[in-house]
């Protein structure tokens, strides 16, 4: 059995983001009593979003004791860097998490809310209308569905806004019959328009729709958008004020009168008059859950180095319904090749017997970035026809593409053959089964992972068998045998590669 070993940079974005939430931090439990000596100043570290609306509470309800001064600071910079602030108050508690992940273990991973403003989706008019807007309500789950406008995000493991939208997807995926499936499927769709500051999401409204907060939208005074609120369950952020440990105890104790000030009805209209929602603990998933959809999302986000081979045998010209296998199984990597990066190198082989001369197999398209060749690569496939009382040359294909793909293995990749096949080895000439494992588990190198997964279409194809050739490489075996289940099975087989040796083991 293979061990588990730890990866270090995975490990450490999860433990990043999995420290990044909490709730409510001591701000001292008692107000100073009787005069002070003195005004002193309390520095407020303040995110750009609230700052404003901060320095217009301080100015209007001055106190003899204290003055406050308020800096608006991005809540990254802050996480990274030690502040000379007493208080910090960012956007969400998870730059609080963050900021102790990164090794200020003495600052508070809670705060007290003083605001809050929900995630949503915004999107220009003209893209509303294209879903059926104003007569049919724009959903969360219609655009994360697929539902033909493109969504963007900012960084997931950077920003509150994209972690939120990745749990939502997660949330949603989960109602569908395989919802791991669903969910890479979903983030495959979205990572491609990932940004690292949410800011710049609202320049390209005219071409995708976007995640953004309900302030930052109340805020904008562009271009007209449409606001679709999410329609489950969606972690909000929650503007959390924390005394950070270096504070003095006159400081802490102005900090303590100056929250009770923000909480007061003037402090929380002059939030509202910002576009804020009143005080709100966000809707935090258990770690599970967050290491779950964390994990998903740095799967999609590694580029792949995938050699696929498709069988072209007569057998695969059957028809099931209104379609082929073999057509139904081309839509279906044209559609999965359509949601992989374009940094990924895709290549393509076709396969019966005696395609090639005395080959079984023939290149369609060598591999190389998805960027340079997607639209090639779907049309050739387009193109692909299946050979006349051709057979499955599936034993000497096998071998051929995995040596092919262990010769030109690239690290930092994801490396993987994916075989589609409707049957048996029928090529009476070619290498034996036996001989086929014991040259497989030769190549095999758990150093350098390179998984042969095999989708098997139809009732000719035995899974047993597949599955014992595919074991060999540390690979699997899916079985479909009606079409239309090809699209799902080719997503289960990507969300396969999301956890790649020697970050887990299969």
Not at 134 to 151: E, I, M
Not at 300 to 322: F, I, K, P, T, W
Not at 403 to 429: H, K, M, P, Q
Not at 455 to 465: H, K, M, T
Request: charged share 20%.
């Amino acid at each position: 059995m293979k061990s588990r070993r730890s990866v270090a940079w995975l490990t450490a974005l999860l433990v990043a983001i999995l420290a990044a939430w909490g709730g409510v931090a001591y701000l001292g439990r008692q107000q100073p009593a009787g005069d002070c000596a003195g005004p002193v100043t309390l520095r407020i570290a303040a995110a750009p979003a609230i700052a404003a609306a901060v320095t217009g509470v301080a100015t209007r309800r001055p106190d003899p004791c204290y003055r406050v001064e308020v800096a608006a600071r991005e809540s990254a910079a802050v996480a990274e860097h030690q502040s000379d602030a007493h208080v910090w108050l960012p956007e969400s508690t998870f730059w609080l998490r963050r900021a102790r992940s990164l090794g200020a273990f003495e600052a508070p991973d809670r705060g007290t809310p003083v605001a809050s403003s929900p995630v949503v989706v915004a999107l220009a008019e003209q893209l509303a209308r294209r879903l059926g807007w104003p007569a049919r309500k724009v959903t969360w789950s219609r655009l994360f569905g697929g539902d033909g406008v493109p969504v963007g995000l900012p960084d997931p493991a950077s920003d509150p806004l994209g972690l939120a939208t990745v749990l939502a997807v997660r949330t949603l995926t989960a109602r569908e019959k395989s919802p791991q499936a669903a969910n890479v499927a979903a983030l495959r769709r979205i990572s491609p328009n990932t940004v690292t500051r949410a800011a710049d999401l609202y320049r390209s409204a005219a071409k995708k729709a976007f995640v953004t907060s309900e302030q930052a939208l109340r805020q904008h005074g562009g271009q007209k958008l449409v606001e679709a609120a999410p329609d489950i369950d969606v972690p909000a952020l929650d503007f959390p004020y924390a005394v950070l440990p270096a504070a003095p105890e006159a400081e802490r104790q102005a900090a303590a009168k100056f929250l009770l000030t923000l909480l007061a009805p003037d402090g929380q209209h002059a939030f509202q008059a910002a576009g804020f929602r009143g005080p709100a603990a966000a809707a935090l998933p258990g770690d599970d859950d967050l290491v779950a959809a964390l994990t998903a999302w740095t799967g999609v986000h590694l580029s792949a180095r995938m050699l696929g081979v498709l069988d072209v045998s007569g057998s695969m010209e059957q028809r099931v319904g209104n379609q082929t296998r073999l057509s139904a199984t081309v839509t279906a990597i044209q559609q999965g090749v359509g949601l992989m990066l374009g940094t990924s190198e895709v290549g393509f082989w076709t396969f019966s017997t005696e395609l090639d001369g005395d080959r079984d197999y023939r290149v369609l398209m060598p591999p190389a970035p998805l960027s340079e060749q997607r639209q090639r690569l779907v049309t050739a496939l387009g193109q692909v026809r299946a050979k006349p009382r051709g057979g499955t040359g599936l034993y000497d294909t096998t071998l051929a593409a995995y040596r092919e793909a262990r010769r030109n293995w690239t690290a930092g990749r994801i490396n993987v053959v994916v075989i589609l096949t409707d049957g048996e080895n029928e090529d009476d000439r070619s290498i034996t089964k036996a001989d086929l494992k014991k040259e497989l588990a030769r190549l095999a190198d758990p150093r350098r992972p390179l998984p042969i997964i095999y989708v098997g279409i139809g009732d000719g194809v035995s899974q047993i068998e597949l599955t014992e050739i595919s074991k060999i490489t540390g690979g699997r075996a899916f079985l479909s045998k009606n079409p239309s289940g090809i699209r799902q099975i080719f997503f289960a087989a990507l969300a396969e590669l999301s956890c790649q040796p020697p970050a887990c083991s299969r």
